[in-house]
């Protein structure tokens, strides 16, 4: 019988029979010598595995199984505590937890009654040999319980460690290595003073490398025969930073759903039209439950406040605002020298879904985008465009009509100011509507990762690029124009526009920051415009 070809798949686990994956054979041996222990006669490890959602911990975590499984020398559980959420009491708990033992070993698993009862349960009592405990969705549990099993977990191996005379089969328990799955490091427990749970033992599961995605694609083109183009690849990687899920996911549209020419290779303009899908139509639950947690009243203040083009948030595990939205994969850390780390989006495609997101919710319609009697000829047709004329009517636009456009919009609790945000999630929509009368497109880009936004305009056969910053200081105005610069020649353009987000400026401030700018080192020209968005 002939195997199927594999696929890609963003749905679950992943079967390594059917479906395209990376070895990551480094990882799977790291945590395999952490489960069994430098010494196997003496003791494993109490580990935490711990990443984002659909980055890949399960399927790690049954991998590694089946290489315990072959050492012959343990018995190895894997349990999942996902039916344990929202459960308070621990009686509750225990059941589940039994439950699956008996489902596993398919024997039966005395109901626990007391933590003394739990202890025995890794006794000679249910094994014959040393026990491997895998249990997933730990951090299912009520945080109170949590600790509470840390404190028990944390005793028996205090306790087997203290045996160390005495081999692995030979001590009180026979708990000899356990992995706790989570989507963090488990609530913190690893940080616990003379906790076995500590940052050496702690296991984070990274996204794929450049050269892993390559791998996937590779082995698709071996399989099916189609090229795929390397730049595909790399803007597959580039766009997703190697989050498994949405690699994958991408990898399936590219290769089944918009694969209409089988026989011609993969390109660019493939690439093209399935990106632009993903961001604007189609719907994928990874993303969408990242959108979800995003919104949620408790969060979307935070997440606003990263798309700000002048200032960065310090990244923190011990905020747990932060805490939460790099668990459910909205953000994730940038490193700037040796000590300090900052909040970014998780990958520019997260950013790109999350603006596009916040945008439209926000600003669905926009009327009366400019006078109907106006002139536009020297400022848009559809043959020629003058964004900084443009933006001269956004600003109008924007005085007229910013106590209605913003009555609703999300403001700081700190001195109940419309979020600068908001602006540039307005300014795209209303460029968006105005482009479309006349034939054209923009398209938000995120070079960055974090607040920086450029705006590339499709018009007329040209691509012109606008570039979106909040004035902070002459400092970072002066900076602010040479990255405009050096983007512009990134875009092989040779002028661009850079828009100023100020509250109030007077004339004579105005004329002195929208002074043309011809970079030395570049020579592009770089035109700033002021946008006022105070009354």
């Known amino acids: 019988m002939i195997n199927p070809m594999r696929k890609f798949t ?5 079967n390594t029979q059917l479906h395209y994956y990376a070895p990551r054979e480094h990882l799977l041996e790291q945590v395999y010598q952490q489960l069994i222990g430098e010494d196997p006669l003496q003791g494993g490890h109490y580990i935490t595995v711990w990443a984002p959602r659909q980055t890949g911990k399960t399927w790690v975590m049954q991998e590694v199984l089946k290489r315990v499984q072959a050492h012959g020398g343990f018995e190895v559980a894997y349990v999942t505590l996902q039916p344990a959420k929202n459960r308070e009491t621990l ?15 398919h024997r039966p698993f005395s109901q626990l009654q007391s933590w003394d009862d739990f202890a025995k349960l890794f006794t000679s009592a249910y094994f014959d040999k040393p026990l491997i405990l895998v249990l997933d969705e730990f951090d299912a549990l009520d945080e109170l319980l949590i600790n509470q099993f840390a404190n028990e977990f944390r005793s028996i191996y205090s306790q087997r460690s203290s045996q160390n005379y005495l081999k692995s089969w030979e001590k009180s328990s026979f ?47 071996e399989e099916s025969g189609q090229a795929v183009e390397p730049a595909v690849v790399e803007q597959t990687f580039a766009e997703t930073q190697g989050q498994p899920g949405l690699t994958c996911w991408l990898g399936e549209l590219l290769t089944e759903t918009y694969n209409q020419r089988p026989d011609e290779p993969i390109s660019n303009e493939n690439f093209a039209e399935v990106y632009a899908a993903a961001v604007k139509v189609l719907p994928n639950n990874n993303i969408l439950n990242i959108i979800s947690k995003a919104n949620q009243p408790a969060y979307k203040p935070i997440v606003l406040e990263l798309f700000r083009t002048n200032s960065k948030i310090p990244f923190s595990y011990d905020n747990p605002i932060i805490n939460f939205l790099y668990t459910n994969g909205v953000i994730t850390w940038e490193q ?35 006078d109907p009697l106006a002139d536009l000829s020297d400022t848009i ?47 795209y929509m209303y460029l968006a509507r105005v482009l479309a009368d006349f034939g054209g497109r923009v398209t938000p880009e995120f070079p960055t990762g974090n607040g920086k936004v450029d705006l590339l305009v499709h018009h007329a056969g040209q691509l012109y690029g606008l570039e979106v910053k909040s004035f902070a200081n ?3 105005y002066e900076l602010a124009r ?4 050096n983007y512009a020649q990134q875009l092989g353009l040779a002028h661009i526009t850079l828009a100023l987000f100020l509250e109030s400026v007077d004339d004579h401030n105005r004329r002195r920051l929208e002074q043309p700018y011809q970079d030395a080192t570049t020579g592009i020209m770089v035109e700033p415009v002021v946008v006022c968005t105070g009354v």
């Open 10 to 14: 963003s749905y679950g686990p992943l």
């Open 91 to 105: 009686t509750e708990v225990f059941a589940i937890l039994t439950a699956g033992l008996s489902e596993w070993f």
């Open 474 to 476: 002459l400092r970072e």
């Open 175 to 221: 708990l000899h290595g356990l992995a706790l799955i989570g989507v963090r490091g488990v609530l913190g427990i690893e940080n616990t003073s003379g906790s076995p749970f500590n940052v050496q033992r702690s296991l984070h599961i990274p996204n794929l490398t450049l050269d892993e995605t390559a791998g996937l694609f590779r082995w698709y083109s």
């Open 381 to 427: 047709t559809e043959r020629m465009l003058s964004l900084p004329k443009l933006l001269r009517y956004y600003e109008a636009y924007l005085q007229q009509n910013r106590a209605t456009l913003f009555a609703e919009a999300p403001r700081r609790a700190t001195d109940f100011r419309v979020y600068e945000a908001v602006y540039h999630f307005n300014l």
């Open 336 to 370: 700037e020298g040796l000590t300090e780390y900052y909040v970014k989006f998780a990958s520019p495609f997260v950013q790109k879904r999350l603006f596009n997101a916040f945008a439209t919710t926000l600003f669905p319609i926009l009327d009366r985008l400019y």
């Open 482 to 485: 040479r990255q405009a610069a």
